[in-house]
């Protein structure tokens, strides 16, 4: 995953990037890895614990969201960890982050956005 760097237009979603896959609008395309592909393997419900992991939620917490144990819950982060690729809960949820802000989707929204 290549990391961005801004130049010194404030507006960093304006600004000018260096790095390989920079889009029109200065963010680097973070979908090359096939993040989005692999995204959209993610069921319904591993979906929205990957969304509420993003959120910064803990397994208790998402647990509680989705009406699932805590063990439920954490099958299916490991799961979300296995079928993106990633290898940390902070990964998923940045790669994830990442993902929606490039197709300006908002994370805070309490609804799923539609892949």
């Known amino acids: ?3 961005t760097t801004w130049t010194t237009d404030p507006v960093p979603s304006r600004g000018t990037t260096s790095g390989r896959g920079a889009g029109a609008d200065g963010i680097t395309d973070f979908d090359d ?3 989005g592909r692999r ?3 993610l069921s319904p419900t591993q979906r929205r614990t990957l969304h509420l992991l993003a959120r910064g939620l803990q397994n208790k917490q998402i647990a509680y969201a989705c009406s ?4 439920t819950t954490k099958a299916h982060v490991t799961e979300v960890l296995r ?3 990633a290898t940390s809960r902070v990964e998923a949820a940045v790669k994830y982050a990442l993902y ?3 197709r300006r989707i908002p994370l805070q929204s309490d609804a799923l ?3």
């Open 100 to 102: 929606l802000e490039r």
């Open 83 to 85: 079928k993106t690729g």
């Open 39 to 41: 995204l959209a393997t």
């Open 33 to 35: 890895d096939g993040f």
């Open 1 to 3: 995953m290549s990391l």
């Open 68 to 71: 699932n144990s805590e063990a």
């Open 113 to 115: 956005p539609a892949l």
